[in-house]
């Protein structure tokens, strides 16, 4: 297990009692709901999975090509919408077949089996279904990593989330895994500035 999923809930019931700082996350959203405005049909049930916070859902909701959206967490506070179930990104409790649509943003980077998951979501989907994700990889705080790396912050025995390895064409060879028809991954960079 390279994720303790009791921590990283902890850790975001902090963060939400900090306040949101959704700024990436509404990117995300935006981003997401861009690309669903160029499929050409109608999604009947929705699932945003995981997905901190309400940007998600709510760019779901301003869709006239969305007509129920499911929230899916494992916060119970998370509830929003008219829907709401209680439910662990890496054991998605849907039946086979039963969802048009499953989107979720920075939520599946800490899953501990993402093969695994994206096996799920699959069966999850009917056949013309489809997945939209986004996950933090690839190039993603490498600035930070570097800077911490020259103050040996880092130690030889720390640990790292492995997200770092992710990347587009990983992600594409991790869906192709599952029985998906047309596995598609595409990467993005945004710059944050901390002041």
Partial sequence: MIFDRALLRRRRRRAA????ATFLLDRV????????TTVLRRFALAVDLGTPGEAVHNALMRLESVDRIVTADVMPDAARGEI?????EEAPPFGDATLDLVVSALALQFVNDLPGVLVQIRRALKPDGLLLAALLGGETLTELRQKARSKAVFR????????????ARCCSARASRSPSPTPTASS????????
């Fill in 84 to 88: 709401f179930v209680a439910a662990d």
């Fill in 156 to 167: 030889r025995a720390s640990r790292r989330s492995p997200i770092c390895a992710i990347s």
């Fill in 17 to 20: 009692a900090l306040g949101p």
């Fill in 188 to 195: 993005y960079a945004t710059t944050v500035l901390s002041g």
């Fill in 29 to 36: 959203a935006d981003d997401l709901a861009e690309r669903l």
